[in-house]
Every structure is written in structure tokens, then in C-alpha cells.
């Protein structure tokens, strides 16, 4: 049983094709790490259009996968959509990049990827 993912609504989107759950899991491996990085130096950089593209892009793959941490990616992302300068989302992109590590090794893991 996965700790740090789901995979009832890939397996329910791939009706229960396997192939097409490597398929999804390895496209997770190799695009939401590449957005979590593009996180993790835009947000102390401030670079407010970079941080909401990287975070608009992640949200439909770590809600499929249901890592846990929507609502707090979308508060990451709106922070850089609205320019919220008076709000720090550091613990918010900890929160979020903790919760893809943890899903990216698992998942490794799981998949032999």
C-alpha cells in the first residue's frame, strides 16, 4: 500500500490497463521533480511568474496521484499569481516539495523506475 501516493484515480483513468499506469507513474517521475525544482529556486528568488507556472503545471498530476498537498500547492501558486509580497510561502513549498520527494521515491520504488 503506498504511503505518500494514490493510485485509485490512475487506475480508474487507465481502467486497470498496467502499462498505462507505468506509463502515468513514469511521466510523474520525470516532469513533476523538474517542476518542484523550478519551485524550489523561484520561490526565494521571487520570481512570481515562474513560481505560478511551475505550480499551475504540477497541480492536475499531484491531484491525480493525490499527494495530499493541493490546497497547499494552490496556495504556493496563488502567491505568484497575485505577486503576494507581504506573504512568506516558504513552509508552504517545504510542505509541498517534502510531499514529491516522498511520492518520487516511492514510486521508484513501487515501479522499478
Known amino acids: 500500500m503506498s ?3 494514490q493510485l485509485h ?5 487507465a481502467e486497470d490497463d498496467e502499462d498505462f499506469v507505468l506509463a502515468i507513474a513514469a511521466a510523474f ?6 517542476d518542484a525544482e523550478r519551485l524550489r529556486t523561484a520561490v526565494p528568488a521571487k ?18 496521484f493525490e499527494l495530499g498537498v493541493l ?3 494552490i ?6 499569481k497575485f505577486e503576494q509580497t507581504d506573504k512568506n510561502v516558504e513552509e508552504q ?6 510531499a514529491v520527494d516522498n511520492a518520487v521515491n516511492e ?3 513501487d515501479f522499478g523506475l
Request: glycine share 2%.
Open 75 to 80: 496556495e504556493v501558486q496563488d502567491w505568484g
Open 93 to 98: 513549498l517545504i510542505t509541498v516539495l517534502t
Open 71 to 73: 490546497d497547499t500547492l
Open 107 to 109: 514510486i521508484k520504488a
Open 29 to 34: 517521475i520525470e516532469e513533476v521533480p523538474e
Open 47 to 64: 520570481d512570481y511568474k515562474e513560481v505560478y507556472q511551475a505550480a499551475h503545471k504540477m497541480k492536475p498530476t499531484i491531484d491525480l
Open 3 to 5: 504511503q505518500y501516493y
Open 9 to 13: 484515480r490512475v487506475r480508474e483513468m
